[in-house]
């Protein structure tokens, strides 16, 4: 069986990949920092629940003592949780990068030694375009006209954890992922965006790598992003 964690997955991407997994027969947790949402989205598509709140580290570990209790090992941990924040001070850049940054070393950390018992572990990050340098330097790429700095930068973060827990841990395939624009909360004040299932098909697909797959790259769904 296989063993799944998706973190901020009682709505958009999160939900939608916990419901796809689910189909394909992995037993997912869905993490959530409302409990009761998070229980009402498990039963909706026959998942399980966990309280868990990536900004606080007392959440993080007994989340994953729980899932340790239960399941003894872990194969799959999504990176899900982000917020996008407007804006730019002191309390703003904190509460962005204690999110979207600092919230997968919390998870990462109490994850690895569940992870490390598992045959064939993956761990997708939901990073973004928007941190990469190349994106944002190349004229031709939506990604040069956006200005918000402090989403930008705790992705670009997020990435870079990505590659450098790769490095550490040669066991476990690690991807930071741009899923594609989606119509999600985060993004109800811009137009567009597909559903979120179209994205968490991509994320899916990295979520259930064969071992010996690449480690530690960016990509989206056509393929590896430069940096």
């Known amino acids: 069986m296989t063993i799944t964690l998706i973190t901020g997955a009682n709505k ?3 939900f939608a990949t916990a ?3 689910t189909s394909l027969g992995h037993t997912v947790y869905i993490g959530a920092r409302d409990a ?3 229980r009402e989205a498990a039963a909706s598509i026959g998942a399980r629940s966990v309280h868990l709140d990536v900004t606080d580290d007392r959440s993080v570990a007994a989340a994953l003592a729980e899932i340790d209790a239960s399941e003894g090992h872990l194969d799959v941990v999504v990176n899900n949780a ?3 924040e407007i804006g ?3 309390p703003t850049a904190l509460r962005a990068f204690d999110t979207n940054a600092v919230g997968i070393v919390r998870v990462m950390e109490a994850a690895l030694p569940l992870l490390r018992k598992a045959a064939n572990p993956n761990v997708v990050t939901i990073s973004s375009s928007a941190g990469s340098f190349w994106a944002v330097t190349n004229p031709d790429r939506v990604e040069s006209q956006l200005t918000n700095a402090l989403y930008a930068a705790s992705k670009a973060a997020a990435t870079m954890l990505t590659l450098q827990y790769a ?3 040669p066991d476990i395939i690690f991807t930071a ?3 594609g624009y989606t119509d999600t909360d985060m993004t109800a004040a811009f137009e567009g965006g597909r559903s979120p299932r179209d994205s968490a098909l991509v994320v899916a697909r990295f979520a259930t790598l064969d071992p010996g797959a690449p480690s530690g790259t960016f990509q ?3 393929g590896r992003l430069p940096w």
Do not use: T
């Open 177 to 179: 992922l741009e899923p």
């Open 167 to 169: 490095k550490a841990n």
């Open 220 to 222: 989206d769904e056509d």
């Open 19 to 21: 419901e796809h997994l």
């Open 88 to 90: 730019m001070d002191g």
């Open 12 to 14: 958009g991407i999160g």
């Open 36 to 38: 009761e949402r998070g």
């Open 82 to 84: 982000g917020i996008q």
